[in-house]
T-cell receptor
Framework: QKEVEQNSGPLSVPEGAIASLNCTYS??????FFWYRQYSGKSPELIMS????GDKEDGRFTAQLNKASQYVSLLIRDSQPSDSATYLC?????????FGAGTTVTVRA | ETGVTQTPRHLVMGMTNKKSLKCEQH?????MYWYKQSAKKPLELMFV???????ENNSVPSRFSPECPNSSHLFLHLHTLQPEDSALYLC???????????????FGPGTRLTVL
């Protein structure tokens, strides 16, 4: 079983819509969760972290965590063409950070 | 700029060549990492150095040899690579505290490696 799984996409959304990205993880004891954004040809950059069940909002981004379901999601509200990128979910596993394969998002103008 | 630099940005090498990748972090972090990123695959952790000591090897082939002379510099020495080693190699750094590994990682721009 993969440690971190994401829908690979691609996910295409019109400009102004909400993009919803999902991530599931296998380690029930995980306590911290991260979302990285990677533009094409660039390196990943941390955009969100969440540690408690519920929602965490940062600008147009909202991370949602449900530890009972081992599920973390990222919502991008009012999607912009500049949000077009691959989003990587990362969860600590066995004392290292385990990344999902990423979901590629394309925002159509 | 994340405060982590990598050189070279692009590298083409033959299978018999020896080359080295360099990473430098200007963030005062105490842990550094090498990752391999291949198309359509998750980031693969290759090596971790914490306080200049290697703490993770991850079953990487011996044709990849890391070196961490101090907390700011990290090298990846390459020799007799295979075409399937062609990938983006990313360096990252983080700050560890106590028993907590640094999960907030800052990545360099990467080296795009092509092995002919």
């Amino acid at each position: 079983q993969k440690e971190v799984e994401q829908n690979s996409g691609p996910l295409s959304v019109p400009e102004g819509a909400i993009a919803s990205l999902n991530c599931t993880y296998s380690d029930r004891g995980s306590q911290s969760f991260f979302w990285y954004r990677q533009y094409s040809g660039k390196s990943p950059e941390l955009i969100m972290s969440i540690y408690s069940n519920g929602d965490k909002e940062d600008g147009r981004f909202t991370a949602q965590l449900n530890k009972a379901s081992q599920y973390v999601s990222l919502l991008i509200r009012d999607s912009q063409p500049s949000d077009s990128a691959t989003y990587l979910c990362a969860v600590p596993y066995d004392y290292k950070l385990s990344f999902g394969a990423g979901t590629t998002v394309t925002v159509r103008a | 700029e994340t405060g982590v630099t990598q050189t070279p940005r692009h590298l083409v090498m033959g299978m018999t060549n020896k080359k080295s990748l360099k990473c430098e972090q200007h963030l005062g972090h105490n842990a550094m990492y090498w990752y391999k990123q291949s198309a359509k695959k998750p980031l693969e952790l290759m090596f971790v150095y914490s306080l200049e000591e290697r703490v993770e090897n991850n079953s990487v082939p011996s044709r990849f040899s890391p070196e961490c002379p101090n907390s700011s510099h990290l090298f990846l020495h390459l020799h007799t690579l295979q075409p399937e080693d062609s990938a983006l190699y990313l360096c990252a750094s983080s700050q560890e505290s106590g028993t907590d590994i640094g999960y907030r990682q800052y990545f360099g721009p990467g080296t795009r490696l092509t092995v002919l």
